[in-house]
């Protein structure tokens, strides 16, 4: 995991497996930007595996923007993620920019 940052947002990039064991260290570090007041992107392009755990990190975040009035959203989720998405319905919960986006424009 790594965090750029780019102009005014902060893009936390993420790849291998997000699960119980990973999964923690990624809502520490979202959780860490959020709590600076700063606009969150979570690039998932690289993600091979993501249970529960993982969205779960990215629900809170999204609720924790909501009600701070801040801004996450996630860019480029891989397949696995977006399966997941879909499987429990989570589409209109999540902030997931379109394909193409520029992660410094969502925020």
Known sequence: MSVDDLDRVKVVRVQGEVDAATAPRMGETVNRLLGMHERVVLDLQHVDFMDLHGLGVMIRATR?????????????????????????????????LP???????AA
């Open 64 to 96: 924790r923007a909501r009600s701070d009035g801040g801004s996450f959203a996630i860019a480029r989720p891989a397949p696995c993620v977006r399966r997941l998405v879909a499987l429990v319905h989570a589409e209109n919960e999540l902030r997931i």
């Open 99 to 105: 394909d193409g986006s520029d992660p410094r424009d």
